[in-house]
């Protein structure tokens, strides 16, 4: 009997007590479990590199042996609907789902280059609007240095313009006084 036991006491078969477990020969149990490999399950091997079979595996084929037999099943159908029922991923779902996932990344590389350009390009506008803010600022700065400068000089032009009039003014009313204090000729001899 070709059974081989592991520390944990878990019996494993052969191929060929795969065969007699199953009722087939050893042949068939190398077919079968070739097909169930090509569709994704994979089985224990030894150091030797020598297939080994455990209880659940035995069992997955008496389940192909039911299913193959009914009406309208094949042997290649049965092995993917197991694999199915088991969850177990065919290798061309997985070929697929890897060349899903390649083109999904592909396209996340794409968007993360586009939103690194999009940040960069975000980047590159606040930056010129700091400079537009800076150089309205000192616009804004130098107009106001004028406008005071202008509102300054107008003041000073304004008071000196006031200070002439006052003068002027000044001027005048003395000049009306002393011209009512001047006694007329004859008035001075009428004193």
Do not use: C, P
């Amino acid at each position: 009997m070709e059974v081989i036991t592991n520390i944990y006491m878990e019996f494993y078969e052969k191929v060929g007590g795969l065969a007699r477990a199953i009722g087939v020969t050893t042949s068939t149990a190398k077919k079968y479990y070739l097909l169930f490999e090509e569709h994704g399950y994979n089985f224990k091997r030894n150091q030797q590199g020598q297939l080994l079979f455990s209880q659940d595996d035995i069992n997955l084929f008496k389940e192909l042996m039911l299913l193959k037999n009914e009406k309208g099943m094949t042997v290649l159908k049965a092995v993917k609907e197991i694999v199915k029922d088991k969850g177990i991923t065919d290798i061309t779902d997985i070929t697929a789902q890897i060349a899903d996932i390649t083109v999904i990344t592909k396209q996340v590389t794409t968007v993360m280059t586009e939103l690194d350009e999009l940040k960069q390009l975000v980047k590159n506008q606040n930056e010129i609007i700091e400079k537009q803010q800076e150089y309205f600022k000192k616009q804004f700065l130098k107009q106001e240095a004028y406008i005071k400068d202008s509102l300054e000089q107008r003041d000073k032009t304004l008071i000196a313009t006031l200070r002439e009039m006052q003068e002027s003014q000044k001027e005048i009313a003395t000049s009306l006084s002393e011209e009512k204090n001047k006694k007329k000729w004859w008035q001075r001899w009428l004193n």
